[in-house]
C-alpha cells in the first residue's frame, strides 16, 4: 500500500503561481511513476504530469508544458508541482496518484493504471 497526502492548493489570480505537494509513504521505492492529474467541475479527470522514481523521467500534457514543473525530493518522499501562469482554466481538484507498474511514460497519461489515489487539493484562478 502507498498513502498519498496532497497540499498546497489555493485560491490564486490568473498570471500567479502556486506548488502542489504530495507525500508518499508505506511501499515507496524506486520502481513507482507518481502522477498528477485534475478535474474541473463536469468534466472528466484529465492527466497533468508525472515523474517516474528511478531515474526522474517527466512527462506532461500539452496544456500545461512550459508552466508547470514536475520534480521530486528523494529524502522527503514527496513529489512536486510548480505551477505558474496560472489561468482560469486551471481551476480543479488536483490529485496525486502512484503506480509501481507503469513502465513507459506515456502510458502514464491514463488514469486508471494508478492503484494508489490521494484524496485531492482545490486549485482555484480567478481572473
Known amino acids: 500500500q502507498v498513502q498519498l497526502v496532497e497540499s498546497g492548493g489555493g485560491l490564486v489570480q490568473a498570471g500567479g503561481s502556486l506548488r502542489l505537494s504530495c507525500a508518499a509513504s508505506?511501499?515507496?521505492?524506486?520502481?513507482?511513476?507518481m502522477g498528477w492529474f485534475r478535474q474541473a467541475p463536469g468534466k472528466e479527470r484529465e492527466f497533468v504530469a508525472l515523474i517516474s522514481w528511478s531515474g526522474g523521467r517527466t512527462f506532461s500534457a500539452d496544456s500545461v508544458n512550459g508552466r508547470f514543473i514536475i520534480s521530486k525530493d528523494d529524502a522527503k518522499n514527496t513529489v512536486y508541482l510548480q505551477m505558474n501562469s496560472l489561468k482560469p482554466e486551471d481551476t480543479a481538484v488536483y490529485y496525486c496518484a502512484a503506480d509501481p507498474r507503469i513502465y513507459v511514460p506515456q502510458a502514464g497519461r491514463d488514469s486508471y493504471r494508478y492503484a494508489y489515489w490521494g484524496q485531492g487539493t482545490q486549485v482555484t484562478v480567478s481572473s
Open positions: 508505506g511501499r515507496t521505492g524506486s520502481s513507482l511513476t
